[in-house]
T-cell receptor, first 111, second 115 residues
Framework: AQSVSQHNHHVILSEAASLELGCNYSYGGTVNLFWYVQYPGQHLQLLLKYFSGDPLVKGIKGFEAEFIKSKFSFNLRKPSVQWSDTAEYFCAVNLGRDMRFGAGTRLTVKP | DADVTQTPRNRITKTGKRIMLECSQTKGHDRMYWYRQDPGLGLRLIYYSFDVKDINKGEISDGYSVSRQAQAKFSLSLESAIPNQTALYFC??????????????FGPGTRLTVL
């Protein structure tokens, strides 16, 4: 079945550690890829998106993601996390008429 | 961000009751969406609407219906609520002109509990 997979359900890091959250999708053809973040008690907001051009995209708050077409992946990275990055992170694929989300990865950053 | 608002923010109801969740937006977007969020499952699309006369079922439309009363309003109804519809419901909007690259803008969510 076509899907969006986020392999890490819960990641716990200490401040200043590096972060990489995995996202793989199984849709063929042209895809538009997104990472959204949901801070505790808040609604989802866009971190970054990729639709063409440079496969390394930079988003807000020091996050970046790399689109690797051959691996059907769009992994999210941050070199040094902060306590304020504690949140749930969702990868999503826009299929043209609707958006499909992964199950989410909960990130806990210890101070 | 008050561009997308949802009412109510919290609702507790009983099995069999009819419930309506409302969404309003001031972003001027044509496209509106309803999702439910469940732990471990992420967001799943219930219905989406590309304009007032274009309404489509999403992944999990059974047990739900929608109404697009105006460009700015999109309501979700549970005709006869059941406990497994307990979830966090989000409304979202996006800009038609941006097409498939569009960002979706989410409301604050409605936490629904069906007893």
């Amino acid at each position: 079945a076509q899907s969006v997979s986020q392999h890490n359900h819960h990641v716990i890091l200490s401040e200043a550690a590096s972060l990489e959250l995995g996202c793989n999708y199984s849709y063929g053809g042209t895809v538009n890829l997104f990472w959204y973040v949901q801070y505790p008690g808040q609604h989802l907001q866009l971190l970054l998106k990729y639709f063409s051009g440079d496969p390394l995209v930079k988003g807000i708050k020091g996050f970046e993601a790399e689109f690797i077409k051959s691996k059907f992946s769009f992994n999210l990275r941050k070199p040094s996390v902060q306590w304020s990055d504690t949140a749930e992170y969702f990868c999503a694929v826009n299929l043209g008429r609707d958006m499909r989300f992964g199950a989410g990865t909960r990130l806990t950053v210890k101070p | 961000d008050a561009d997308v608002t949802q009412t109510p923010r919290n609702r507790i109801t009983k099995t069999g009751k009819r419930i309506m969740l409302e969404c309003s937006q001031t972003k001027g977007h044509d496209r509106m969406y309803w999702y439910r969020q469940d732990p471990g499952l992420g967001l799943r699309l219930i219905y989406y609407s590309f304009d007032v006369k274009d309404i489509n079922k999403g992944e999990i439309s059974d047990g739900y219906s929608v109404s697009r009363q105006a460009q700015a309003k999109f309501s979700l109804s549970l005709e006869s609520a059941i406990p497994n519809q307990t979830a966090l419901y989000f409304c979202a909007t996006s800009d038609r002109l941006a097409g498939a690259t569009d960002t979706q803008y989410f409301g604050p969510g409605t936490r629904l509990t069906v007893l």
